[in-house]
């Protein structure tokens, strides 16, 4: 297993903006860190639940369809190639939406929002499942996963407004920077290493 590309990943996806870390960004400067913390707790928990949920749903599909793991690394990386583009392009300056923080709103975000239900869908299969499918061993990744989007979530309330304004005053480096560390973890987790190996 890569360890490097699965942490770039997961540090990316989780770092970077997104509808949950604006809405953190937005209760930070609007409610203070206490209400964004609660918020974090939600969304912290929801997103355990998804990559929980996800490891059980690729597991059963792997016995059912042993390709179907083949299928979901090429599906995972051309989604990561996809990230790549979008943050190529992103722009930070937008608005950011107003949102009640709370517990729940930060647990039922994580379910409606699209960059994480994809991620977490993607990144087992991707990284985690072509070397270890024991249940034990796929918990563990789980819990390392959700550990890296809570430290994600804890950077957003902490140097929210700093980070803002980081971002928006370096965002075309910033942006470049990670559409290539992306593109690299693509390659890493889609295969094609170790095809060209053999």
């Known amino acids: 297993m890569d360890i490097t590309s699965f942490l770039i ?18 209760t930070v400067q609007g409610f203070g860190i206490k209400k964004a913390m609660e918020y974090t707790y939600g969304a912290t928990i929801a997103f355990g639940a998804l990559l929980a949920i996800s490891a059980i749903l690729n597991t059963v599909l792997v016995v059912v369809i042993p390709k179907i793991l083949i299928i979901m690394q090429i599906i995972g990386s051309l989604y990561i190639l996809y990230l790549a583009y979008q943050i190529y392009n992103m722009d930070t300056s937008g608005s950011t939406v107003e949102q009640v923080a709370t517990f729940r709103s930060g647990f039922i975000m994580q379910f409606v929002n699209p960059k994480v239900v994809l991620f977490t869908m993607t990144v087992i299969p991707s990284f985690v499942m072509p070397y270890y499918t024991e249940p034990h061993t796929l918990a563990i990744f789980v819990a390392i996963i959700a550990a890296v989007g809570f430290l994600a979530f804890v950077t957003w309330v902490l140097f929210g407004a700093i980070f803002k304004e980081l971002l928006l005053k370096y965002q075309k480096p910033v942006n470049v920077s990670m559409s290539l560390f992306l593109i690299y973890s693509a390659i890493m987790g889609s295969g094609l290493v170790e095809i060209l190996r053999r």
Request: charged fraction near 0%; aromatic fraction near 12%.
């Open 9 to 26: 990943y997961c540090v990316i996806i989780t770092f970077t903006p997104g509808p949950t870390n604006i809405v953190i960004l937005s």
